[in-house]
């Protein structure tokens, strides 16, 4: 299989054993976009223009501050703050129309909006999104061009139900005809054959708590709990 420098980070994903190699490849970007930030580029004016207008999500902010770099997370905190204080203040002085006995009441939605934009907004995802997408398009590309990736593919352990769901939305857009059912085919029975294995190794974890089953082995179930929550939740929390 000849390798493109857009194609190794998915055949790098699914060479791992983990159990979806999406939220692999997702956890790479996201380990690089949280070192971009809080690395020397956040002094830079563009890069801190971006980062006061759009600030960022509540789990990228977790991330951020676990990062260390307090000074660096402080200072951007800082200027996002001013430019939300500097943005809201003219619309808190706009007064809303009040309404009169037969008149309906104008709601003024620019703070709210304002609200809105900036709760949903983040910059460290929008900087993974377009990456995270070229990934998808090359494992879809490696798919239909390469033999050897189908065969990697299908026997991978799966992949994590909102992956699953991405690819198989995404897969039938890419595909068409026989290509088409082929690659759900796969991808429902490497998703299908994986949740069951897991599924299977959660529920003899529970047993085992079972006193009867205290001089059982394991097998491998030990660590099927955050192996289950990878596949339900996409967490990886080892």
């Given at each position: 299989?000849?390798?493109?420098?857009?194609?190794?980070?998915?055949?790098?994903?699914?060479?791992?054993?983990?159990?979806?190699?999406?939220?692999?490849?997702?956890?790479?970007?996201?380990?690089?976009?949280?070192?971009?930030?809080?690395?020397?580029?956040?002094?830079?004016?563009?890069?801190?223009?971006?980062?006061?207008?759009?600030?960022?999500?509540?789990?990228?902010?977790?991330?951020?501050?676990?990062?260390?770099?307090?000074?660096?997370?402080?200072?951007?905190l800082k200027t996002h703050m001013?430019?939300?204080?500097?943005?809201l203040t003219p619309m808190m002085?706009?007064?809303?129309?009040?309404?009169?006995?037969?008149?309906?009441?104008?709601?003024?939605?620019?703070?709210?909006?304002?609200?809105?934009?900036?709760?949903?907004?983040?910059?460290?995802?929008?900087?993974?999104?377009?990456?995270?997408?070229?990934?998808?398009?090359?494992?879809?590309?490696?798919?239909?061009?390469?033999?050897?990736?189908?065969?990697?593919?299908?026997?991978?352990?799966?992949?994590?139900?909102?992956?699953?769901?991405?690819?198989?939305?995404?897969?039938?857009?890419?595909?068409?005809?026989?290509?088409?059912?082929?690659?759900?085919?796969?991808?429902?029975?490497?998703?299908?054959?994986?949740?069951?294995?897991?599924?299977?190794?959660?529920?003899?974890?529970?047993?085992?708590?079972?006193?009867?089953?205290?001089?059982?082995?394991?097998?491998?179930?030990?660590?099927?709990?955050?192996?289950?929550?990878?596949?339900?939740?996409?967490?990886?929390?080892?």
């Amino acid at each position: 299989m000849k390798e493109q420098l857009y194609t190794i980070p998915v055949n790098d994903a699914f060479d791992k054993d983990c159990e979806c190699p999406v939220c692999s490849m997702y956890q790479v970007l996201e380990n690089n976009a949280i070192e971009f930030v809080m690395g020397p580029s956040y002094m830079e004016d563009d890069v801190r223009m971006e980062t006061d207008k759009i600030g960022f999500c509540a789990n990228h902010m977790k991330l951020m501050y676990k990062n260390q770099n307090r000074l660096g997370l402080a200072l951007m905190l800082k200027t996002h703050m001013d430019k939300t204080i500097k943005d809201l203040t003219p619309m808190m002085d706009t007064k809303p129309s009040g309404g009169g006995l037969f008149k309906k009441k104008t709601v003024d939605t620019a703070v709210v909006d304002y609200i809105e934009n900036l709760n949903n907004s983040c910059y460290v995802c929008c900087k993974i999104d377009g990456m995270f997408a070229l990934h998808i398009s090359s494992l879809l590309y490696l798919y239909k061009k390469e033999e050897e990736f189908r065969n990697k593919f299908r026997k991978s352990k799966g992949f994590c139900s909102k992956h699953y769901g991405l690819l198989y939305q995404e897969g039938q857009k890419y595909f068409s005809g026989a290509m088409s059912e082929q690659f759900i085919t796969d991808l429902n029975q490497v998703y299908l054959e994986n949740l069951k294995r897991v599924r299977d190794d959660l529920e003899w974890f529970t047993d085992k708590f079972d006193y009867r089953n205290a001089d059982a082995p394991w097998k491998n179930s030990k660590d099927a709990l955050p192996r289950t929550i990878i596949k339900t939740n996409s967490i990886n929390i080892e």
